[in-house]
């Protein structure tokens, strides 16, 4: 008699065939973001691509230099959201302080670094104004108090804790102020004429009571663990460690090519690429289960001893 291998059920490769149509699709959209991102304008021409390890200038210029245990100017002016001129030390009065720089128009990571901080606090017991201060201050001079009080109270829409509104500062400046501060956070940007942005690293900064430098927070995820421990920590005068940069930069979205900018466009890519890598190893590792079951029931089926037609059946006499 032929022994016919058991059939591998027919619902068990739908999964299979979904994950790797979508492998397909993920990978035609990485190709076709990496070509382009948005519709060009009417005249557009297609510019030769930048080679790997071409930079653009901006980019050469800006970061974070992390300057643990520097002292930041508390006496330095600057103006807080309903006009009044305040001094930085006002904002140090025993707790520990979380500082975000930002432009408040900016149209790329700005808010999303306000907004993955607020998500991180809403995580935490710790209450704003009572354990810790909150201070944003904005690079740009342009920007004046009425637009610092407008994104004050858009992030209080998200940050309803008890002692939110006092706990959270929304500065604004001159240019002297600002690069006395920024200079000495180690908080590095330029202004791109081209497209009239700035460019800038994305992060924030803790700092001690008494306006030490102490941890570095960089990217736009602050897992809310490090954030707690860093303002413990903080809190008690304790300095970080120098962490690996792993910066993210904000340029630039440019509205007359409908293109992202190079760094950008290239996160964009990663990120695609990694989605593509996990569906693999997720089929693989399906792939390997399917073939380890079909072997198991094979090898079943061969060990089982043949059936006897002269032997009565079970429960027949």
């Not at 004050?152 to 309803?160: C, D, G, H, S």
């Not at 004429?193 to 800038?200: K, N, P, S, W």
């Amino acid at each position: 008699m032929t022994r016919q291998s058991p059939q591998t059920p027919q619902g068990s490769q739908t999964p299979l065939k979904i994950v790797l149509s979508a492998i397909l699709v993920c990978s035609a959209a990485v190709a076709a973001d990496a070509q382009m991102t948005g519709t060009p304008t009417p005249g557009y021409r297609v510019s030769p691509g930048l080679p790997a390890s071409a930079v653009p200038a901006p980019l050469r210029e800006i970061g974070f230099d992390q300057n643990l245990n520097h002292q930041v100017p508390l006496d330095v002016e600057l103006r807080d959201e309903r006009g009044r001129v305040v001094r930085l030390a006002e904002y140090f009065r025993g707790r520990p302080v979380v500082m975000a720089f930002v432009y408040y128009d900016c149209p790329m990571l700005c808010s999303r670094v306000l907004s993955a901080m607020i998500s991180s606090l809403n995580v935490l017991a710790l209450e704003p104004a009572r354990d810790f201060e909150i201070v944003a201050v904005s690079f740009d001079p342009r920007e004046t108090p009425a637009i610092a009080a407008a994104h004050k109270m858009t992030v209080l829409q998200r940050y309803e804790r008890q002692g939110a509104a006092e706990g959270l500062h929304f500065l604004t400046g001159d240019q002297p102020s600002i690069d006395r501060l920024t200079k000495t956070a180690g908080f590095r940007y330029v202004w791109d004429q081209e497209t009239r942005q700035f460019a800038h690293p994305a992060g924030l900064v803790v700092l001690t009571p008494d306006g030490r430098l102490a941890r570095y927070l960089f990217g736009l995820e602050y897992g809310p663990r490090d954030l707690r421990f860093a303002l413990i920590e903080a809190s008690a005068g304790g300095i970080g460690r120098a962490v690996d940069p792993l910066l993210l930069y904000c340029y630039h979205y440019d509205p007359m090519t409908g293109r992202y900018g190079f760094v950008v466009m290239r996160a964009l890519r990663l990120a695609g690429g990694a989605t593509v890598l996990s569906l693999a190893i997720f089929v693989a590792v399906m792939v390997r289960r399917d073939r380890h079951r079909t072997s198991a029931r094979g090898y079943e089926t061969a060990t089982d001893p043949p059936s006897d037609p002269s032997r009565p059946a079970p429960g027949t006499q």
